[in-house]
């Protein structure tokens, strides 16, 4: 897979060396590797791994079908890739643009996540950074858009609002006025959670489909953790892992 920058925008020779200088260091089984880069005056490119089953986002809005467990499994292997990210390495390195469009499927449908032009490296000093480069509207937290600070917890912010979409299939940005993803998932799980989950999801009867929907509100209850407006009340990316890897057990009973 061929990743070609455009040298007419001017943040295209940035975006280039950052990704190349994240790539080149990290590791991990859920992050997408670069084979080899391509580079002069007028071309700049990436050879990635190849991922047949492409990305997330045409998964989830296509005609294909992903289960619960397929789900949960993938936002599983992206909380793993940044758990890798904000804890596993000498330096804190913050995504700043998680999204369904840049994780990447392999043939095994494990999530691979991508796409790290605009990331940030924390040196070992800093607990943030400021920066004027936004990412996609609807996955920002409230202090990178409003402010441009970022640090960690805006990349669990953003996988919350991840997580929100992959089990409802609502994008964050097709919601009239003021109202939120979040906030209309929070005010519907309320009431019930067959509101808000993707009615495709729903396969069990009886016993079992109740199991199923505690499995999906304790999903939501994680992402809506994640959302949190203040970013110290944001879970960190290893407790998310733990929360999941238990929550994959008992659907696993269901």
Partial sequence: MIKVFNLQLDVAFKSFDTECEVLRNLRHRNLAKVITTCSNLDFKSLVLEYMPNGSLDKYLYSHYFLDIRQRLSIMLDVACALEYLHHGFLSAVIHCHLKPSNVLLDEDMVAH????????????????????????????????????????????????????????????????????LKQWVSYSLLRAVMEVVDGNLVTQTGSHLQMELDVVASIMKVALDCCAESPVRRTNMKDVVGILQKINIQLLAC
């Fill in 113 to 180: 996540l991508s796409n790290f032009g605009i990331s940030k490296l924390l040196g070992e000093d800093q607990g943030d950074l400021y920066t004027k480069t936004l990412a996609t509207l609807g996955y920002i937290a409230p202090e990178y858009g409003l402010e441009g600070l970022v640090s960690t917890k805006c990349d669990v912010y953003s996988y919350g609002v991840m997580l929100l979409e992959i089990f409802t299939r609502r994008k964050p940005n097709e919601f009239d006025g003021d109202l939120s």
